[in-house]
């Protein structure tokens, strides 16, 4: 479960990856600061965020609860594929913005 190739850290980064991405644009989008400023300027809020989560993540498996459970159109295998994209666009979106030194997404707002 926990091991470096068990189905636990695979959601959790999953999870997690999907859950940055998400951040990390609203943010762009609305305040226009990229995601080393975003950090910077929110560090605990940051750090308590993916706490949560990751606690959270963990609560069915210390129940012993099954992550084979779907649920409507998602199914973990969905959600395992998503989050690879995401894990994917995190990156790209981290080396975009380290690289031109600006934020990706425009200042809609």
Known sequence: MQAFDGLGPEIINSRLSMLGFAIAAFWELTQGIDVFQQINKYPLITIATFVTFTVASW??????????????PFTPA???????????????????????????FPHLF
């Open 59 to 72: 609560i069915p498996f210390l129940q012993g609860q099954s992550y084979n459970v779907k649920s409507g």
């Open 78 to 104: 969905l959600e395992v594929t998503l989050g690879r994209i995401a894990m994917v666009g995190f990156v790209g979106l981290i080396l975009n913005e380290a690289y031109f030194a600006r934020p990706f």
